[in-house]
């Protein structure tokens, strides 16, 4: 069966420093990859979402990247955090195909301080 | 534009309460699916059903049942007999194809907050 995993699970970062999470799915080839974030007592926005190794679309201009370097593994980056970053994130997965249904990794926690 | 409304921020009810999650949707695909997920407080998104815009049939599992209904747009969530272990946030969404390349790009709602009371 498949698997989705994403670290750290949270995480304090100080305004100006870099992020890196890491997802990554086990148990399939060639998933379709998803970045979404959920501020406080708001909806889920998405990021980024990827159908393939380098091959990833940007939803919101922001000072957050995504990187696929591996087919089962996406990276969401930031060189400088700002205070609006803070946020629930969470990666998904799915098949590609009709509206297949995605399935979600566990969340981080971002608090920027 | 693709939307998904969850009018409904918060609602608390009483346990063995039977309640009524709305999710009104606007889209201009005649092809398109809609989704609820489960929240708990620890965060993670849990996936509870899927449902094809050519199937408007409602569907039971066990207390739970959604009720589509193309006519008014409108995909709604009922919990009945409600239990304290129900309390979480629910998020309906809705899937739509994201450019030339084919994929399906997913659209939540804002998510209403259930809290079931002892």
């Known amino acids: 069966s498949q698997t989705i995993h994403q670290w750290p699970a949270t995480l304090v970062q100080p305004v100006g420093s870099p992020l890196s999470l890491e997802c990554t799915v086990e148990?399939?080839?060639?998933?379709?990859l998803y970045w979404y974030r959920q501020a406080a007592g708001r909806g889920l926005q998405l990021l980024f979402y990827?159908?393939?190794?380098?091959?990833i679309s940007s939803e919101v201009p922001q000072n957050l990247s995504a990187s696929r370097p591996q087919d089962r593994q996406f990276i969401l980056s930031s060189k400088k955090l700002l205070l609006s970053d803070s946020g629930f994130y969470l990666c998904?997965?799915?098949?590609?195909?009709?509206?297949?249904?995605?399935?979600f990794g566990e969340g981080s926690w971002l608090t920027v301080v | 534009a693709q939307k998904v409304t969850q009018a409904q921020t918060e609602i608390s009810v009483v346990e063995k309460e039977d309640v009524t999650l709305d999710c009104v949707y606007e889209?201009?695909?005649?092809?398109?699916?809609l989704f609820w997920y489960k929240q708990p407080p620890s965060g993670e998104l849990v996936f509870l059903i899927r449902?094809?815009?050519?199937?408007?049939q409602n569907e039971i599992s066990g207390r739970y049942s959604w009720n589509f209904q193309k006519s008014t747009s409108s995909f709604n969530f009922t919990i009945t007999a409600s239990q304290v272990v129900d309390s979480a946030v629910y998020f309906c969404?809705?899937?739509?194809?994201?450019?030339?390349?084919?994929?399906?790009?997913?659209?939540f709602g804002t998510g209403t907050r259930l809290k079931v009371l002892a």
């Open positions: 998904a997965w799915n098949f590609g195909g009709s509206g297949n249904t995605i399935y």
């Open positions: 148990g399939t080839s060639n998933p379709n």
């Open positions: 990827s159908i393939g190794i380098d091959q």
């Open positions: 889209t201009r695909d005649t092809t398109y699916y």
């Open positions: 449902r094809n815009s050519f199937d408007e």
């Open positions: 969404a809705l899937s739509e194809v994201a450019g030339a390349s084919g994929t399906y790009k997913y659209i």
